[in-house]
Structures are given as C-alpha cells and as structure tokens.
C-alpha cells in the first residue's frame, strides 16, 4: 500500500534552515507528481509547493524564494529545503501523492519556528 513517512521536522529559530525528507513507497513514485502541504494550528490545510515528474516545481506566494521542493526518483525521496523561517512557517508538514493536496498523504512531521 501508499506510505509516505516524513522526517526532519524540529525547533528552529527564526531565520534557520532546514530540510524536510519524504520516504514514499508502495507505489511508482517517478510518475507521480509530488506536493508539500502544511496545517498550522488551528488552521486549514495549506498547499506549499509541488514537484512535477520532470521536476517543474511550483510555489505558494507565501514560501516562494525561501522554500525548495526536490525530488530523487532513484531513491523514492522528496524534499523540501526551507530557508529564511519565519514563525508563521511553524505547522505540521505532510509530504502528499499527487499535485496540491495530493490523494494520499503521510503522518506529518512538526516544524515549530520560535526563539
């Protein structure tokens, strides 16, 4: 079956970097399109960026420039490099199937952006 298994998710000051990982199995991943979503507290989900099979990439107006989306079609991974953080980027990050919101999607790893 679909999984997908976030990682990298922790504390960071504002203005840290860091680098989230997207494990996906179970399915033919290099044909797929893939997505970053994010769910902060108390809000509605939140599409931050797909990548598509070739690797054209899209970004929300609010990461553009301080967020990159990346994919390994050999290893079956997906990325997401965030620079710059800011306290509004802190949410839960889910790695989705598909563009946008995706189909499937995975458990969710916390990003918290605070002094």
């Known amino acids: 079956q679909v999984q997908l298994v976030e990682s990298g998710g922790t504390l960071v000051q504002p203005g840290g970097s860091l680098r989230l990982s997207c494990a996906a199995s179970?399915?033919?991943?290099?044909?797929?399109?893939m997505s970053w979503v994010r769910q902060a507290p108390g809000k509605e989900l939140e599409w931050v960026s797909s990548?598509?099979?070739?690797?054209?990439?899209r970004y929300a107006d609010s990461v553009r420039g301080r967020f990159t989306i990346s994919r390994n079609s050999v290893r079956d991974m997906l990325y997401l490099q965030m620079n710059s953080l800011k306290p509004e980027d802190t949410a839960v990050y889910y790695c989705?199937?598909?563009?946008?919101?995706?189909?499937?999607r995975g458990q969710g790893t916390q990003v918290t952006v605070s002094q």
């Open positions: 989705a199937r598909g563009q946008n919101f995706g189909d499937q």
């Open positions: 990548i598509s099979p070739n690797g054209n990439t």
């Open positions: 179970g399915f033919n991943f290099p044909i797929f399109a």
